[in-house]
C-alpha cells in the first residue's frame, strides 16, 4: 500500500557527511600546518646560513693577513676564477694572480700552485693562471697546474691529498678568503691568507660575488660535514714537489 505522505528527498552527493568537519575548517587547519611548514624551513634556512658563516670565520680567524705581513710559506695556492674566451684572465682572478706573484717576487713563497676549473678542453683556467705568471717572471718550473679544481673545497682536499701540500698561503678576493682559509685548515692544512680588495672597482660584480659568498658557506658546510671527496682525486702528483726541489 502506497503511503500518502511525501517521501524525503535524497542528499546531494556533494554535502558534508555527518560528522566530518566543514570545509571552511578544512582550510583553516591546512593554512595553519602549511604556515607551520615554511616557517620551520626559513628558520633552518637562517640556522644553516647564521651556523655556516660563523663556523667559516671562526676556522680562520687570526689566519688571514696583509700581503707584506703574511708568514712565509712554501706553496701559495691560487683559486681560480673566470677566465675570457681569448684565454686571458678576468679582472678578479688577474688580481689573485698579481697577489701570488708578488709573494713569489719577495720570497715569500717558493712555489705557485693555480688550480681551477679544466672540465671543458675549451675552457681551461690553470693554464691561463701559469701563463700569465710565467709571462711575468715566474719561472715555469716554479708554476704548478692543478686541472680538477672545480670548486674551493677541491682546490683544498686535492692540495694535500693529490700534491701533497702542508702549508700553504690561499690567495682569493678578501670576500672569499675566510672560507678558503676555513676549507683548507679543515683539511689538514697549515693555511694562512691573502685576499685581494682591488677588485672592488668592479661594483655590481662585486656586490653580487659578496651575496652569492652567504650562500657558498652553506655549501661549504654541508661538504665538511659530509666529507665527501673532490670530484676527481686521483693519484699524487710530484709536481709541488718538483718545484720545490730546485
Known sequence: MTSDQEQPESAPADAPQAGSPAPSRVGRRWWRVTRRVVLLSVLAGL????????????????????????????????????????????????????IARRLYETGKVRAVLVSGDHGQWT???PDAMRQWLIDRGVPDRKVVADHAGFDTYDSCQRAVRVFGVRQLIVVTQSYHIDRAVALCRDAGIDATGVGDDTARRFGSFWTKAVVREQGACVKAMLDVVTGRDPVFLGRHETGVEDALRD
Open 47 to 98: 640556522l644553516a646560513l647564521v651556523g655556516s658563516i660563523g663556523w667559516v670565520r671562526w676556522q680562520a680567524a687570526g689566519h688571514v693577513y696583509a700581503i707584506e705581513d703574511v708568514p712565509e710559506a712554501p706553496v701559495a695556492l691560487v683559486l681560480g676564477a673566470q677566465v675570457h674566451d681569448n684565454g686571458s684572465p678576468s679582472g678578479f682572478l688577474e688580481a689573485r694572480l698579481d
Open 123 to 125: 675552457y681551461d683556467e
